[in-house]
């Protein structure tokens, strides 16, 4: 339920074999990525004909679903190559991508955000995508058979401050068949996985379209500094950057990614019940309580981390006193909307001490609403749990938090984040009483590292901590901290 933008998803097919229709692949991709990102969603493919010297687009506004109603009946002759890409905008500006260049021979699409966009960006320039094409037409054009290489995602790793997982199209010309780069930054902040089935090279920013098309597909996690060639009937994987220095966003595991997805070796399923498991080790108030005691886990998102702490504790967890409201379309931090993201069932919470399990709090507004609900429908008790420590600053690396007092958990701190290891009592009161709950409590920043089973130095937890992993990051974080606390 945290009113997250998130930064885009990507799903690309290059035929290794040739002769094949990839659109309904590649629609169906970009429709289960649709958590990812509702604004806008966009395909550009490379025709099966070395004749054919130019790229073909089609991008709209909304989601997959509205985007292409119909995936039978686009570009029904045979593709070489696709890319799609689903969208949430994290930086200004109205792009859909994939973004072609003029000449309609290359095309980009772009997971991520470049913190040091406006350092980098001519005048005309208004997204960080334009950017990025910029610059590999720059590498490309500079080549002697100007065709994408390692080269062009070595530039950008000398430039870029940010987060980019890149996927490049590039049509056929001069003796190359059309071509297909892809490309994860050497942090690793978000994930990006292939697989080579059926003869097909694919690349997703989650391996659960892939499982779902090709059930038994060998997935693997392209390594950070990976680069990903694939051109007529062969493919290779170039580790480009040594020893990468990791920053893996722990927000995928927490909150964007889709439950049944495997990221860096971590299932997100598995992620989850380990939060709820280990926050109810901590939380023993609630041991072996009476039947009135229920766990309600609320959204989607926080159903596994809400079932292991209910049956950790012993506790019964209720799915029907809080649901999704039909009429609600998609995630509520991605579209501007007026109905409540979920219903409350009066009967189910009437005289119960309620457990609201949340995956976390980062701005509140939904939050506050549903206990706007809750409360009419007159529990004993309100408790909210969070798998997820406290937000407290931006993240100029995908996520859509560009200001501190757009926060809630700031507000309690005078702007600072979090030392140690949890918020205290103190803190915590106040907290719930802005709320108006009975208490509230957040997992502890050591579990993250703990549940995913990496070591903390791996991962991106900024957000939280103010340990930016970037010069950029923490000269932005800086910034918005003093003009938090001297307005």
């Known amino acids: ?37 509702q604004q806008s969603a966009g395909i550009a493919r490379a025709k099966d004909d070395t004749r054919r010297r130019t790229l073909d687009v089609i991008a709209g506004p909304g989601q997959a679903q509205r985007v292409f109603p119909e995936p039978q009946g686009l570009f029904l002759d045979p593709s070489r190559a696709a890319v799609g890409h689903t969208r949430y905008s994290t930086s200004p500006g109205e792009c859909y991508q994939p973004l072609l260049d003029p000449q309609r021979k290359i095309a980009v699409a772009f997971n991520g955000t470049l913190a040091n966009f406006s350092d980098l960006k001519l005048p005309e320039e208004i997204t960080d995508t334009q950017l990025l094409l910029r610059v590999a037409l720059e590498e490309i054009s500079a080549d002697v058979h100007q065709r994408c290489t390692a080269a062009t995602f070595l530039r950008m790793e000398e430039l870029f401050d940010g987060a980019f997982n890149v996927a490049i199209l590039q049509a056929a010309d001069k003796g190359h068949l059309a071509s297909l780069d892809a490309y994860r930054d050497a942090s690793g902040k978000h994930p990006l996985l292939y697989s080579v089935v059926d003869d097909l090279m694919v690349v997703a920013s989650e391996d659960w379209p892939i ?10 996690d392209v390594p950070p500094g990976g680069h990903i060639h694939a051109e007529g009937n062969q493919w290779s994987l170039r580790e480009l950057i040594k020893d990468p ?12 990614a889709f439950v049944e997805s495997k990221l860096d070796g971590e299932s997100v399923r598995n992620f989850r019940h380990r939060t709820g498991k280990l926050m109810a080790q901590i939380d023993p108030e609630f041991v072996e309580k009476s039947f009135d005691h229920i766990v309600f886990p609320v959204p989607e998102s926080a159903k596994a981390g809400g079932n292991a702490y209910a049956q950790t504790l012993g506790l019964r967890t209720n799915y029907r006193g809080i649901e999704r409201n039909p009429q609600h379309r998609g995630r509520e931090f991605m ?9 409350v069932h009066p009967e189910q919470f009437r005289g119960k001490v309620a457990i609201i399990w949340e995956d976390s709090i980062v701005r509140a ?18 408790h909210v749990r969070l798998g997820c ?7 100029p690396y995908g996520i859509d938090i560009q200001t501190i007092k757009e926060l809630f958990a700031p507000a309690f701190t005078n702007g600072q984040p979090l030392h ?26 050591g579990a993250v590292s703990q549940a995913l089973n990496k070591p903390s130095k791996h991962l991106c937890m900024a957000c939280v901590d103010g340990k ?9 974080y800086q910034q918005l901290r003093e003009q938090y606390i001297n307005p």
């Open 1 to 37: 339920m945290p009113e997250l933008n998130h930064n885009c998803g990507l799903f690309a097919v290059y035929d290794l074999a040739g002769g094949r229709m990839l659109m309904p692949n590649v629609v169906h991709g970009i429709r289960e990525l649709g958590h990812r990102g």
């Open 211 to 220: 499982r779902q098309m090709w059930e038994g597909a060998y997935i693997k």
């Open 245 to 256: 220095k990791l920053s893996h966003c722990f927000f995928e595991w927490v909150y964007f």
């Open 335 to 343: 579209l501007e909307q007026k109905e409540a993201k979920h219903l």
């Open 365 to 382: 507004r939904t939050l506050m609403r549903l206990l706007q609900d809750v409360r009419a429908a007159q529990p004993r008790e309100i």
């Open 389 to 395: 420590p406290p937000i407290f600053g931006i993240c």
């Open 420 to 445: 140690g290891d949890t918020l205290g009592p103190e803190i915590l009161e106040a907290m719930a009483q802005r709320l108006e709950v009975t208490s509230i409590k957040f997992l502890p920043k």
């Open 468 to 476: 930016y992993p970037t010069p950029k990051g923490r000269e932005l």
